[in-house]
């Protein structure tokens, strides 16, 4: 995958070394408070990175992983994902969903809403993606105002599971490639 530029972020696929800074706000509460992250031991964050790795290789992939480093020092401070919907019924990349983290060191100044930009771009103009969409628990405003802050509409409230069985209301939230060029 190439790499995506920012104003103030580079965005790149993950490397073995990335597990220090990655392990930092992945094993932070604050951060993975409402996210599956929560529940994961070291051995698990461990084998994701090495999963996250594997894939950035395979040219089948139906998931892009980032790592969000900051231009100005190259450190790691966030992690970005968008893939093929699991409820999607079509093949390809046409309906995308997408997560995200930062390190709480790093929230409140605007670097999720300029990374999802640039990655609703790329998904829209390079993986033929026609829709995105995100969820997130309702408790959780930070992301629900990143979504809305960086085009998404609101959809509905939904009583579901994030597919490991954690069963939560969440809002959803979608972008579609019709919606994106009127932005710009
Ligand atoms: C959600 C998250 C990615 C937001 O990224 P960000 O780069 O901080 O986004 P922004 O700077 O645009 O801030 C978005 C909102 O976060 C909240 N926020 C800002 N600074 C904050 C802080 N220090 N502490 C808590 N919330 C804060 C505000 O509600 C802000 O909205 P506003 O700009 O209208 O005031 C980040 O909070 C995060 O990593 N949270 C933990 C992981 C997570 O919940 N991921 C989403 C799962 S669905």
Not at 52 to 77: C, F, Q
Not at 100 to 129: D, I
Not at 134 to 160: F, H, L, P, W
Not at 166 to 180: A, D, F, G, P, S
Request: hydrophobic letters at 35%; charged letters at 25%; a negative charge.
């Amino acid at each position: 995958m190439p790499t995506i530029e920012t104003e103030r972020l580079i965005l790149r696929d993950f490397v073995p070394s990335d597990w220090d800074a990655l392990n930092a706000f992945l094993s932070d509460p604050s951060v993975t408070r409402y996210m599956h992250f929560s529940s994961w031991d070291e051995e698990k964050r461990r084998q994701w990175l090495a999963s996250r790795v594997k894939l950035a290789s395979n040219p089948h992939r139906d998931a892009y992983d980032w790592a969000i480093t900051l231009r100005s020092n190259g450190l790691l401070i966030g992690w970005l994902i968008i893939g093929r919907s699991r409820h999607a019924t079509e093949e390809g990349m046409r309906e995308c969903g997408c997560g995200y983290a930062l390190n709480q060191h790093y929230w409140g100044q605007g670097y999720m809403p300029e990374v999802l930009q640039v990655a609703f771009t790329y998904a829209f103009t390079v993986l033929g993606t026609q829709r995105i969409h995100a969820e997130c628990e309702r408790e959780n405003i930070a992301s629900a105002r990143v979504m809305q802050k960086c085009g998404m509409e609101y959809e509905g409230t939904m009583y579901d599971d994030d597919g490991l069985g954690n069963w939560e209301h969440r809002y959803r939230y979608v972008i579609t490639v019709q919606t994106e060029k009127t932005l710009r």
